[in-house]
């Protein structure tokens, strides 16, 4: 095999799989990639067998074939690359001979038949949906999602067709929830729902960056594929059941507060900033009449309290919250288009709703901290 | 700027280790004293008593190179536990004057007595106090400088030791400063005083020909900081309770060891050592780092955290052990270990755990139990 390639579509390509292929496994084949020629173009594959990414990038074709190399070697190798297009040329000894300006490199490859199959199939669910609208889905979900390994089933994004025109996405562990409701704009036949874990999620969004437009979805028992413009990937499932969490989600208190953004983010981000950060960090919103007060308990390594006048005209109360949670969830309003974020609530222990006017199909659900202070 | 003038205080135990271990034992009075390691250790000095100290003997300084100098000396082990129980007692006669107290070490703190509880104004008579009433306490002398912000009455307290008390006013701050070597200058060490001394700067009064901005560009932040304080001015407050980030515990070891059962041994010493102090201070911590310093002085960490709750000593022995053992297994030359060290960080305090034992986190499934 010998290619020609432009150095920038071989970079962007071995950044979409860079995560893939593990750096130190006990099966070679999966920490290298696959490069197959095809016409005027190279297909890349890699898997871990968790995952599996294919995918068409432009080249010149000098010499049909195949080439199997290690992946982070050559992304590094290719990093320092100076000259526009990168050679690559495989001999049948499998030594794979790379080529940039004055630089010339010989590095062992592997025998590409030693590299996994990888084969992509139409799967029984399927549906269109704009990039734009999984990325979003993904983004204001992603800071909920469970990572305790006791919590199976809330491990991954659940991905739920509830109507012909509508998919609900949801993330939630055992202390807060994420939901974002997507309307399609005709209807769509597949059914059910899926969980799809956390850990491929972030390399669907490189996908979605780097492929614009719509995106084939589809699903079946096992795997979660998407098909973006000339890249495949699919992931496998979680199999367990996803939680029925819509009588917390229904839930939602009469109490409704509006509150200025950018003031509340800045006061809980200086909270965090007292506890350096600490994950089990507790915060007081006090109601009062006309403003909140944001308050954090008093601990060794300090106090703060920060008041932000806003229109509230119920009794007092106050609801204990993990500053943490607070500021995650905070962080996915940052980019809404309203300067104002709504609270919902019924009492100091019931289920806390942040919501926006700007986003009336997305809601997150806290759940509070008792506090005696 | 006009900001109100503070009274800070600075006071700092005389050779206090040493001077510990010869209130314990009267019959070292008058000999040199040499707290650290023994001669025929790699350890360092930790600390020297003034008799000791005019041979040279210095902080840092190795065993051996100090038993080189003065083979009469009595080196004896340090007893941290000893000296912290000095150096609470000594705390406890700062609190009478004033709450902000920042400890900078068991034997140094800084005191703000400008709202003292006494209602003196005078701090330089505070501190005549508190030196007397250590004295007369503990049986051990301190000195003590007195100044106008931190950096002056830290400077003051080392112009006249031991047993010493050195008062610097406002009006008195730059002819003092300006005939000092810029060496004193918290800040400066071997590489800035040698940047310093290339321009000509040897004396704090030699800074002032230079404007803020020329400082900076050749030394960067510390440049500005140098500038502030050649005027005497700090600007920084007495904090009191200096939260401690961490706390560790090493050792270099007499000769360098294999994986086996000797460095499991020191090991073993070394978490022994680290469960008596944090005893001490009451503490647990959430990370834990193993450092391991091979033969040929290369140095790697390894280190252990868990987002809830504090590590328990079995979690952090677990830990060591199998990254010893792995260590030992990849290095293809088996190299040899010098020095090991064991560090706690994220301390948590009881006293707030025990606060946020009283918060309870509700979770989704105890409010709704989920239909599924």
Redesign the interface.
């Known amino acids: 095999m010998k290619i020609r390639i432009q150095k920038n579509i071989l970079l962007e390509a071995l950044q979409l799989i860079l995560s893939i292929s593990p750096k130190a496994t006990s099966l070679q084949a999966i920490g290298n990639l696959l490069i197959e020629t095809d016409a005027n173009q190279v297909i890349i594959k890699a898997t871990n067998f968790e995952v599996t990414f294919l995918g068409s990038f432009p080249a010149i074709i000098e010499k049909e074939g195949k080439a199997c190399i290690q992946t982070a070697k050559l992304h590094n190798l290719a990093r320092n690359f100076i000259a526009s297009e990168v050679v690559i040329e495989a001999t049948k000894q499998n030594w794979v001979l790379l080529q940039n300006g004055n630089t010339s490199l010989k590095l062992p490859g592997i025998d590409p038949d030693a590299f996994p199959p990888i084969e992509f199939k139409q799967l029984e669910q399927n549906f269109v949906l704009p990039s734009e609208e999984l990325k979003l889905a993904i983004d204001r979900t992603l800071f909920a999602i469970g990572e305790n390994e006791s919590r199976k089933n809330l491990m991954g994004l659940n991905l739920e067709v509830i109507e012909p025109k509508s998919i609900r996405w949801m993330g939630?562990d055992?202390?807060?929830?994420a939901q974002a409701i997507t309307d399609l704009e005709s209807e769509i036949t597949a059914k059910g729902n899926i969980i799809i874990p956390k850990k491929s999620l972030n390399e669907v969004k490189r996908i979605l960056d780097y492929a614009q437009g719509p995106i084939q979805l589809s699903f079946d028992e096992n795997t979660f594929q998407i098909e973006a413009g000339k890249i495949y990937f699919k992931t496998r499932l979680i199999e367990a059941?996803?939680?029925?969490?819509e009588?917390?989600l229904t839930?939602m208190g009469a109490t409704e507060v509006e509150v200025p953004k950018g003031e509340l983010t800045r006061a809980v981000r200086i909270l965090n900033t007292l506890y350096d950060g600490d994950?089990?960090a507790?915060m007081k919103l006090t109601f009062m009449q006309d403003q909140i007060i944001v308050e954090s308990?008093?601990?060794?390594?300090g106090e703060g309290v920060d008041r932000i006048y806003c229109p509230y005209a119920g009794e007092e109360i106050s609801i204990?919250l993990?500053i943490q949670f607070v500021l995650e969830a905070l962080q996915v309003f940052e980019s809404a288009s309203e300067e104002t974020i709504l609270f919902n609530f019924s009492g100091s222990?019931q289920?806390f709703f942040i919501r926006t006017h700007a986003w009336p199909q997305f809601k997150t659900v806290l759940?509070?901290?008792?506090?005696?202070? | 700027m006009n900001l109100p003038l503070r009274k800070i205080i600075h006071v700092d135990m005389d050779a206090f280790f040493a001077s510990v271990e010869i209130l314990d034992q009267p019959s070292l009075q008058g000999r040199p004293v040499l707290v650290g390691g023994s001669p025929q250790s790699r350890g360092v000095v930790c600390a020297a008593s003034y008799e000791a100290r005019k041979f040279g003997i210095r902080s840092a300084m190795p065993c051996a190179e100090a038993y080189r100098r003065c083979p009469q000396a009595v080196f004896l082990p340090p007893r941290f536990e000893r000296y912290a129980e000095i150096s609470q007692q000594v705390r406890q006669i700062f609190y009478q004057y004033t709450d902000l107290v920042e400890p900078l070490s068991l034997d140094e703190a800084w005191l703000d007595v400008t709202q003292n509880l006494m209602e003196v104004p005078s701090a330089t008579w505070i501190a005549q106090r508190i030196r007397q009433e250590i004295l007369s306490q503990t049986g051990l002398t301190a000195s003590a400088g007195v100044s106008y912000n931190k950096f002056l009455a830290k400077l003051a307290t080392g112009q006249n030791k031991p047993d010493g008390l050195t008062v610097v006013p406002p009006q008195k701050a730059l002819d003092f400063l300006a005939p000092l070597p810029v060496g004193v200058l918290f800040g400066v060490g071997k590489v800035t005083g040698a940047k310093l001394v290339a321009q000509g700067i040897q004396r704090v009064r030699d800074l002032h020909r230079y404007s803020l901005a020329e400082l900076e560009n050749t030394l960067g932040k510390m440049g500005g900081q140098l500038y502030l304080y050649a005027r005497g001015l700090d600007f920084r407050e007495v904090t009191p309770?200096r939260?401690r980030k961490s706390i560790g515990i090493e050792s270099t070891f007499s000769q360098d060891l294999a994986h086996g059962p000797a460095l499991a041994e020191e090991l073993e010493n070394l978490f022994v050592g680290l469960y008596k102090r944090l005893q001490g201070k009451q503490q647990q911590g959430r990370s834990f780092t193993l450092k391991v310093k091979f033969s040929d002085f290369t140095q790697i960490t390894r280190a252990l955290s868990q987002?809830?709750g504090p590590l328990s000593f079995e979690q952090m022995r677990c830990f060591a052990q199998e990254k010893l053992a792995s260590l030992w297994q990849s290095s293809a030359e088996g190299r040899k270990i010098r020095l090991l060290g064991l560090s706690l960080g994220q301390l948590i305090?009881p006293?707030?755990e025990a606060?946020?034992a009283?918060?309870?986190?509700?979770?989704?499934?105890d409010?709704?139990p989920?239909?599924?």
């Open positions: 939630a055992a202390f807060r929830i059941d996803y939680p029925n969490l009588r917390i839930a994950p089990n507790v308990q008093k601990l060794e390594n204990g993990n222990v289920p759940m509070p901290v008792k506090i005696k202070w | 309770r939260e987002r809830q305090h006293s707030q606060a946020r009283e918060n309870r986190q509700l979770q989704i499934f409010f709704f989920p239909a599924t």
